[in-house]
């Protein structure tokens, strides 16, 4: 039996979507049925949600309609449309774990700002999406719960952390869902499951009710199939929020005006930055034909290029990874078995003469609780913060960072934007890197300085590679950087790309159970 087609298919994006349930030429309960039908049909396959909020999304939908029925549709941007949560953003009254045991039956009793702006907007609120445990990883295997497939192909990764928001979106279970970015794990999936994510300039959306992992670099941002998908969404999900410190008290650009804008007009034309050091040895070069020539078509349009170097790219797998861990180090201290989520109390008899009782249930709900990944973070970030050590890394890494941020600042003195490739490897197959980590890091080569200096960037299709052996084509993905605050530069270009090719509106192939006959959705 071949899958069913979603009703969000029929429209050319989540903006005809919802204007169609604005205008009740379609329902949201309607639309919202289609996808959880779909969901039920695949996901068993996919392990993209960790769990689907049936009942909560048909009261949300009917909602909506009752809303548009009684003429009060003035502030549904998003009527009707169905969206999945990534497991690292809280939502009210369902079950919020960061795929990890240690928040077993964890339900907050709020949304997180970025969740209550799309409900707000008519949105309806599927489930919670699969992920990598507490955002550590590049390929979704780390979840405590289960590990997610990739719709191209099931014996692939989707990438990570946000794994399942993209292979979601990949598979036609939901238009639209929100991902969460501290090192790539927005683009990097993005780009191997062949959608559309961006990850907004650092305090452009708000991180409120966003489980913490590397505070000064966690940012939530939207996975949808095309530019204009993002900039509508985060139309809605943008601005300053006083409940984050962090949160930007600035104006919000117009993005859905950004993507209509050309690249080229009568007074200038968009220069595009090559960077060097994201061309060289390492690229799987059927990736870097794919990404320079979806450069040369923004050529063909119009547009100059420049050749550009970020001299210090080479140190930012090492510097990421002391600062992320420190503060994971830091931030994950709070889950010690006491206030919520996994407590593991040892017995009467098993606690020593001289053993605290308290400590003892810390040690054994965090060895518990915690998976291995969880584990190797927490310990390398303690050490890197221990007294002696502290100056040596953490404050130096923080430094080198400043630096970091001034190589992209250096760059943009002759360029709009940045284009690289978002990853240096096709999706790799399940298993093939969990033993070595160092291999699994150096996935995110390409996405992780853009966290170090707070940039906006985007990663969108460019093109389909087939592996020898296989008949099952496997998606590639290109970058565009901006500098800060430049969020509507970036969506303008990707949105510019996207007119002139068809990468973005390629499906994978799903079948409903081993066997079955293929459809394309």
């Not at 095309?226 to 949160?247: E, N």
Request: proline letters at 6%.
């Amino acid at each position: 039996m071949a899958a069913t087609t979603p009703v969000c298919e029929a429209f050319d994006g989540i903006a005809a979507l919802a204007q169609a349930v604005r205008a009740r030429e379609v329902s949201a309960v309607e639309v919202t049925r289609s996808c959880l039908e779909r969901i039920a049909q695949l996901d068993d396959q996919l392990g993209c949600f960790l769990r689907v909020d049936e009942q909560g999304a048909l009261r949300q939908a009917e909602a909506v309609d009752a809303k548009i029925r009684e003429g009060a549709d003035e502030e549904l941007l998003l009527a009707g449309v169905p969206v999945g949560i990534k497991d690292m953003l809280c939502t009210k009254d369902l079950q919020t774990t960061a795929a990890s045991k240690i928040l077993a039956g964890f339900v907050p009793p709020y949304d997180a700002t970025a969740v209550a702006k799309l409900r707000a907007a008519g949105a309806v609120v599927l489930g919670k999406l699969n992920m990598d445990e507490f955002a550590m990883g590049s390929s979704n295997e780390n979840s405590a719960l289960r590990p997610c497939k990739n719709p191209w192909d099931v014996t692939r990764v989707p990438g990570g952390s946000s794994g399942g928001s993209a292979a979601a979106v990949a598979a036609s279970l939901c238009p639209l869902s929100l991902g969460t970015d501290t090192g790539g794990s927005i683009r990097q999936p993005a780009a191997l499951c062949g959608v559309t994510g961006m990850k907004p300039t650092y305090g452009r959306v708000s991180r409120y009710g966003v489980i913490a992992f590397a505070s000064s670099l966690d940012q939530v941002g939207p996975l949808g199939r095309s530019a204009v998908d993002l900039a509508q969404a985060l139309q809605v999900i943008g601005g300053h929020d006083a409940h984050d410190a962090t949160s930007l008290p600035l104006e919000q650009p117009d993005y859905l005006a950004a993507c209509q804008t050309p690249i080229v007009d009568k007074n200038r034309r968009l220069r595009i930055g090559l960077p060097k050091e994201f061309f060289a040895q390492g690229l799987d070069p059927r990736i870097e034909r794919c990404v320079r020539a979806a450069i040369a078509s923004l050529q063909q349009e119009g547009a100059e290029l420049v050749d550009v170097s970020l001299p210090l790219t080479k140190h930012s797998i090492a510097i990421y990874y002391l600062i992320a861990t420190a503060e994971a180090s830091s931030n994950l201290s709070r889950y010690d078995g006491v206030r919520y989520g996994l407590r593991v109390t040892p017995c009467d008899g098993e606690i020593g003469p001289g053993q605290s009782a308290l400590v003892e249930m810390y040690k054994r709900t965090r060895a518990a609780g915690f998976g291995p990944e969880v584990q190797r973070r927490i310990m390398l970030g303690t050490y890197v913060l221990r007294s002696g050590y502290y100056d040596a890394y953490y404050r130096r890494a923080s430094q080198v960072r400043t630096l970091v941020a001034r190589d992209f600042a250096a760059a943009f003195t002759k360029c709009d934007v940045l284009m690289t490739p978002t990853s240096p490897v096709l999706p790799f197959r399940l298993g093939e890197r969990l033993c070595d980590p160092l291999s699994m890091y150096l996935a995110d080569i390409y996405t992780i300085s853009c966290n170090l200096a707070g940039l906006p960037g985007l990663s969108m299709p460019c093109g389909l590679v087939t592996e020898a052996g296989s008949d099952r084509p496997l998606p590639v993905g290109v970058q565009v950087l901006g500098p800060p605050l430049h969020d509507a530069k970036v969506l303008q270009v990707a949105a510019a790309y996207q007119r002139i090719t068809d990468w973005h509106k390629q499906r994978p192939q799903i079948l409903t159970r081993p066997g079955a006959e293929a459809a394309s959705p």
